[in-house]
């Protein structure tokens, strides 16, 4: 009986253990809506949700499980614009420098290299602020707040699209 009990109880932490690593591993959907589709005007816009949270519109990369997309913007009124994957594959790089509890916290920090310890659940964004590039590792769940601190415009609405005026 107690040996039965002690199987159990193994294969319980094991089925946790791995439910709970697979939890914190980045999962990427990335799906396409359209504007006149079927029309000379079609136009195809790409979005992201990682692990059940859409990403805005506002990185010019987004970067997570060994998978890239950049951010398009339409000059046309056809076109693809929004979230599209990478032709090369991004290679990330990684620090020996361990992550700050206060960064765990926060959500995200700033830099090009996946620091030590940061959860396999972030990922890696890029954006134009400034006049300059800046980069952060993030957790989605907490994208708002990187955002909002580093005040990143969001694309949405007639702003997505671009249109070159001619004379």
Known sequence: MRRTVVVGMILFLAASTMISCAARTAKIDHYLTYTNKGTRSEARHGHLV????EIPWCFDRVAAAGRSFSFRVRT?????DG???D???WSERTARTDIAPSELTRGYYVGD??????PS???FVEWS???AKRSAFV???MIERLIQDFKIPVRSGVARMRIRLTD
Do not use: C, M, Q
């Open 50 to 53: 990682v692990n059940g949270k």
């Open 76 to 80: 046309n009124l056809w076109g693809d």
């Open 83 to 85: 979230y599209f994957p």
């Open 87 to 89: 032709a090369s594959p």
């Open 113 to 118: 290299e996946r620091l030590s310890g940061t």
């Open 121 to 123: 659940s972030w990922i």
């Open 129 to 131: 602020g400034k006049g």
């Open 139 to 141: 957790d989605p769940l």
